[in-house]
């Protein structure tokens, strides 16, 4: 029965699990396999996997060239609704979009909060227009990623990037104090225009990653070079001019002197060496854009490249919405559990109360390595300061660091900068502050961005519940709360037989009630049904046209670009061609540079070759218009004779 067609029917139920479903970029297919599991079997579904399949099809066809008009519509309905909510688009003269850019109230907070370093960067094949998506990402006091905003750009360029960033201030009204990004022209002209008081930095690893490429891999593999210069590189422990006088040194040794590459990023070292910029507050926070990349990696389980605008903005929130909830998870963890201590000393307890469990166990790192540690001298300075030479074994550099404490007003600092950079102790403080028995962790330097009370518990709710109650128009809210209403009870009742038969009866009374329901309501338009199930809706006005034509920078040509390497390994085991005039390999003899020799043995083997097929061939005599290729035979024939 379950295979007539009269038997076969999508109900809203089937429509919106397939909807829902595709939130977390699951498909009609495995929706259809998750339905038959919970319900018990194909024929329960009430539907085919084709009917699935077609119903998403039939939901993408009707979307077409409504799609970006239906995802501005839907962020501006938000912006209508949440007050604090910010989006911002932009179209070209063809009314086809050009870039959009969205933020919501809870973005705002943290970035306000979590803002003072940020990483953005543009990843490609987000969506089957290929608009590049731009997340704005930072670091919580969990050291997770945080999302302020994000982005949909059509093109790189720089003014593309220009008027991005202009929306990005609008928004969030201050400039973040540090911008991570890679060592794109548009991104850094964009930044240089707008970010005027930020301090831009490039990524390490986008730098070092082409070390091998641009010096050569065998100088990299068979030397030292990459050793030596990892070393100076990535350390925060030494001088600007310690790390100019070693540099210099290693580009000696190693006869790099005209090499170009090392020269310019060489003079760029303020923008991505650690030793310039470590004096700077969190400014060692983030060195890469690695944060960025997780982040692209993140969003990208969730999207795929061939989804629509209206699936990949509803991918996007679904990504948030976890995003969020591992933070809350994390707050709960670190509100309601206690770490444990390895020592009993008054300040490891003090600071597993002020700080986050991450915060908190890179501290305790810390503290363990005092172990490590050896204070060689000490003595009073001027301003009632005290002097304190520390041995570190762990570091690479012999010179002890200097420590200077003032107990009157708890005012310390390290030589190595570590608080500057991260906003958190070093282990030579700590064996300062040790040594005088100092009880009471100093609060000038407990950053509120590292403590565990820094965003309220009722801050992490999400906003988007009081959106979508606002804007529930086909009594999706309440199908949910039904849903969740039937679970809990099931939930409930699970093991109490009794109760789970009349609660069986009473829903099957209802199921006949319904029957009995004389009232039919009008089947709505394909356009209205689509988006009453995905919040979005369709205008009849002249609609912002889907960007077509668009070619990005990650996009480039379909064919993988190969490194020389790589070309090399696939030459060296491919059958080369050789030369018969030269004996060389890499050409054939007609392109062949040198001028041609007679060879006595390649003389010999063409002249058997023409021989043979002489041989095979009629005579010269049966053919008139052949003479002079008989002739030709008898003087190949006595030269072989001879030889």
């Excluded at 929706?31 to 699935?52: Q, Y």
């Excluded at 990843?123 to 999302?147: A, E, L, Q």
């Excluded at 990524?203 to 065998?218: A, F, P, T």
């Excluded at 809990?488 to 699970?494: A, D, F, G, M």
């Amino acid at each position: 029965m379950h295979f007539l067609v009269s038997s076969r029917k999508l109900t809203h139920l089937h429509k919106h699990i397939i909807n829902s479903m595709s939130r977390m970029n699951v498909g009609p297919v495995r929706a259809f396999n998750m339905m038959r599991e919970i319900l018990g079997g194909f024929e329960e579904v009430g539907a085919t996997r084709e009917d699935f399949k077609n119903y998403r099809k039939k939901h993408n066809s009707s979307i077409s060239e409504y799609d970006a008009q239906m995802v501005v519509d839907h962020l501006m309905r938000k912006k209508e609704y949440m007050p604090n909510f910010s989006c911002e688009y932009i179209t070209d003269d063809q009314n086809c979009l050009r870039g959009l850019f969205w933020a919501d109230e809870l973005g705002k907070k943290n970035y306000h909060i979590f803002g003072d370093v940020m990483s953005f960067d543009a990843t490609y094949r987000s969506n089957k227009y290929s608009m590049v998506f731009v997340p704005f990402t930072g670091i919580d006091n969990h050291c997770s990623n945080v999302t302020f905003g994000a982005a949909l750009l059509g093109s790189e360029t720089t003014e593309s990037y220009v008027w991005l960033l202009k929306c990005f201030l609008k928004a969030f009204i201050k400039q973040p104090q540090v911008v991570v990004t890679d060592q794109d022209p548009a991104m850094t002209k964009a930044i240089e225009l707008v970010f005027k008081e930020s301090r831009h930095r490039f990524c390490m690893w986008h730098i070092m990653n082409k070390l091998s490429i641009k010096v050569g891999v065998r100088l990299c593999n068979c030397t030292d070079f990459k050793k030596d210069i990892c070393n100076i590189v990535w350390t925060d422990a030494i001088s600007p001019e310690e790390f100019d006088a070693r540099w210099k040194e290693i580009i000696v040794v190693h006869k790099l002197e005209d090499n170009n590459w090392l020269h310019d990023i060489f003079g760029k070292r303020e923008s991505w060496i650690p030793a310039y910029y470590k004096d700077e507050l969190l400014s060692g926070l983030m060195r890469t854009t690695s944060r960025s990349e997780s982040e692209n990696h993140f969003f990208g389980q969730l999207c795929n490249p061939r989804s629509t605008l209206v699936e990949f903005l509803s991918h996007y929130e679904t990504a948030m919405e976890s995003q969020r909830h591992t933070h809350r998870k994390n707050d709960h963890d670190t509100r309601f559990t206690n770490p444990e201590l390895k020592s009993l000393w008054w300040l490891e307890a003090e600071a597993a109360k002020i700080f986050t469990r991450t915060t908190f166990l890179d501290i305790q790192q810390e503290m363990d390595m005092m172990r490590k540690l050896m204070c060689q001298t000490y003595y009073p300075v001027e301003d009632d300061f005290m002097k304190y030479h520390i041995k570190d074994w762990t570091q690479m550099t012999s010179k002890p660091f200097e420590v200077m404490f003032r107990q009157s007003d708890m005012t310390i600092y390290c030589e190595c900068r570590r608080f500057e950079s991260f906003g958190l102790f070093c282990r030579h403080i700590f064996y300062v502050l040790r040594q005088m028995d100092i009880r009471e962790f100093p609060k000038k330097y407990v950053l509120r961005r590292w403590r565990r009370d820094v965003v309220p518990n009722s801050s992490n709710r999400n906003d988007d519940t009081i959106y979508v109650q606002a804007l529930d128009d086909g009594g999706r809210v309440l199908m949910r709360d039904i849903m969740y209403a039937n679970e809990y009870i099931l939930n409930k009742l699970s093991g109490n037989m009794a109760e789970l038969s009349l609660y069986k009866e009473h829903v099957q009374s209802y199921m006949q009630k319904a029957d009995n329901v004389d009232f039919v309501p009008p089947p709505p338009a394909k356009r209205d049904r689509f988006g009453e199930l995905t919040g979005t809706s369709q205008n009849d006005r002249l609609p912002i046209r889907v960007p077509l034509g668009y070619k990005t920078k990650g996009s480039g040509s379909h064919k993988r670009i190969k490194s020389k390497q790589e070309e090399a390994i696939i030459k060296a085991g491919r059958k080369q061609k050789q030369c018969q005039n030269c004996l060389e390999f890499g050409h054939y003899s007609t392109t062949c540079p040198e001028p041609p020799q007679r060879n006595k043995g390649v003389e010999t083997a063409n002249e058997a070759s023409v021989l043979s097929k002489t041989k095979k061939g009629k005579g010269a005599e049966a053919h008139p218009q052949s003479n002079t290729g008989g002739s030709s035979t008898r003087v190949l024939r006595s030269r072989v004779n001879k030889q």
